[in-house]
């Protein structure tokens, strides 16, 4: 009964190619085949029992009503207790925003700060849906290559460079997916001093903070107070399935993020938010050191694995569970080579195309979300496929 | 660090004066004061029980991963045979679409269909996000007039007369918040065909079915396969906190409603879905309509209550748990009237205004979320008010 077309809008918004594989991988698992799973940017781990615990607590009550639009202000206190306890930043619980994942941080942020034909600077390869949110909202993404001769993160002088007329601000991830790159102090003081200069906004992605090896993440807020924090409760917390994350907004951006939540959202799901009260307890956070330390131990077994196969590789990476794997020494279409690792060797991977469009093709993400054994076995696949591929 | 200045966009999404209401009743709560509140859009009860349960047998495994951004399949197949059994329609899974609350589902028809400068067609009293999510991607919201000479709801003469060459379609919601207002067969047929004639889409946001008393809430599914409906597990089954709804889409969007659950929620919350697998269930069912006949009745006292006090009043509504009564007998202000009757006799109840801009100031919201007790209770205080008020 209508002119049956979707909006130009959302046709500018391109499905994950990870789809493709993760369907494929499904089929050949329901045909008997074992497939071992390097695709998956969700940690493999349970929902810590602490966390869990308090899920059920509250929900023996039965009690389980809208909370206020921007959170429970218990839990935004505590999460003001985390930036004073890990980063030494003095925060108010009204600049916290309990949001639906780091999804809906991000949606409340760009609807928060761009108008139709904003130019928003990201970085490829970087997280796919900040392009699309942006387009959503009808602003104009400008990817900035921040290749490997960049130590793929982003530099003030990059943004400094890329910085036009329509620009209103950036949005960056340390560490980064697809990659674990982070950036140092000095090098984010670099970037928030290169935007403020130019009067601009910083969306600052810190999802992958609390996973990070052999250094500390730093915290866009450490810097400054006029800046947009994301953060998530999926990635260090293991919450995946529980869709909670944060905002931290400026002052003066407060009354824009509320009356979004309310339009956008009502309120972030409120089991999840009992639950969460229990993320920042010490028994909880035992539990979350051991999986880190996991994660570390993974990160370096498959990173050396894939270094041994011929794959060319960056610097080691600091954070986050992924490895970006160079492997032009075996196509030049990660792409097909991912569909190739697929179906002869059962291992699934992530193009490279679906983190941006500088040189793709070049790379693979393989995320260490599977256990030691799985990366062991999925390794000794690869090494089996490139011997009978002979290349 | 920026131009500390929120986007355009979002300077046009306004707050909702009901939180002005919801905040002073509080704080005289917190002084001792007892307050009727009847300004909540929230069932009163609690989650029932068998959903409850399905709740906490799921987290007693503890893996609460990511669900594909479509939603489970297993609570596709229920939604689609609950249309099967309540409107003999028959409608495949691979249409709906599990969202994070009505909301989710509003913003991803809403994306799918607009684009900036697209006129999209509203209704006045109405839900105020509707056309807040409109001016937020760009769209333009035009309210049509359904005031109480047309029965509080939209008529297919009425679109026909305000259709410009912008516009694209229509937003309808049959119960109708504020006013529990309902359209029968007929009706929404005869609306269906006006859109159709003009090759417009519908969103039917049928949220309140299942809370219709005495007859049978009609889907536009019955009446067309190419309509975007929503609904929500909010209000008839019970699970406000938990946000979770659906949406309905036509064939032609299913890829669309795809990518924009993928890149704006990733999925609904996986623990919220695994409880409504249990939404469906025969003492579920048992459990809700209680609670319908229970809202039944105090829809009937309070409208009768309402009535004898010289509200001047529509015909009973047929659906919801509101009243959207006329206080001109009383005020020419209903806001003002309302932190009145909040700070005198101690009844908080939502302002016209928040329901749109024609003649909001003739009325008042009362939400029978609350027990029979209390409605008493608060016919009772504003009985006195306007004994001493002396209008």
């Known amino acids: 009964m209508n002119v049956g077309k979707v909006s130009k809008r959302v046709e500018q918004v391109f499905p994950f190619y990870v789809m493709d594989i993760m369907e494929k991988a499904k089929a050949l698992e329901e045909q008997?085949?074992?497939?071992?799973?390097?695709?998956?940017g969700e940690p493999d781990?349970?929902?810590?029992?602490?966390?869990?615990?308090?899920?059920?607590?509250?929900?023996?009550?039965?009690?389980?009503?809208?909370?206020?639009?921007?959170?429970?202000?218990?839990?935004?206190?505590?999460?003001?207790?985390?930036?004073?306890?890990?980063?030494n930043v003095d925060l108010s619980p009204e600049r916290i925003f309990i949001t639906p994942g780091a999804s809906g941080a991000l949606t409340v942020a760009l609807a928060s700060l761009i108008d139709a034909g904003d130019e928003v600077l990201t970085c490829d390869p970087g997280y796919p849906c900040n392009n699309n949110i942006v387009t959503l909202f009808g602003g104009q993404p400008t990817s900035i290559n921040v290749g490997e001769e960049h130590g793929f993160q982003l530099t003030g002088q990059l943004i400094a460079q890329a910085w036009s007329k329509a620009t209103r601000g950036v949005m960056m991830a340390s560490p980064s997916n697809p990659t674990g790159a982070t950036v140092n102090f000095d090098q984010l003081q670099n970037i928030v001093q290169t935007i403020t200069e130019r009067e601009g906004f910083l969306i600052s992605d810190e999802i992958y903070h609390g996973l990070v090896y052999g250094q500390r993440a730093i915290s866009a807020l450490e810097i400054s107070d006029d800046v947009f924090v994301l953060n998530s409760f999926s990635k260090f917390f293991g919450m995946t399935g529980w869709r909670l994350g944060w905002l931290v907004v400026p002052e003066y951006a407060i009354s824009a993020a509320n009356r979004l939540m309310q339009n956008l959202y009502i309120s972030a799901p409120t089991p999840s938010q009992y639950a969460a009260l229990a993320a920042f307890d010490e028994d909880t956070r035992v539990i979350l050191n051991q999986r880190r330390d996991e994660f570390e131990q993974r990160r370096d077994r498959l990173y050396e694995g894939l270094e041994s196969l011929g794959?060319?590789?960056?610097?080691?990476?600091?954070?986050?569970?992924?490895?970006?794997?160079?492997?032009r020494l075996f196509t030049d279409d990660s792409y097909a080579f991912a569909l190739e690792l697929l179906e002869k060797a059962g291992v699934a991977t992530t193009p490279g195309k679906d983190f941006g469009s500088s040189e793709p093709a070049r790379y693979l993400r393989f995320a260490y979300t599977t256990s030691i054994e799985r990366i062991e076995e999925g390794l000794k696949r690869i090494k089996t496929f490139l011997a009978e591929r002979g290349s």
Chains 1, 2 share one sequence.
Do not use: S
């Open 32 to 40: 008997g085949e074992n497939v071992v799973h390097m695709e998956v």
């Open 45 to 87: 781990f349970p929902t810590p029992e602490p966390i869990l615990k308090a899920a059920q607590g509250f929900l023996e009550k039965g009690d389980v009503h809208y909370t206020k639009a921007q959170g429970l202000p218990a839990l935004r206190k505590k999460i003001a207790r985390y930036y004073r306890d890990e980063y």
């Open 311 to 327: 794959f060319v590789m960056m610097a080691k990476p600091q954070g986050a569970f992924y490895i970006y794997a160079d492997c």
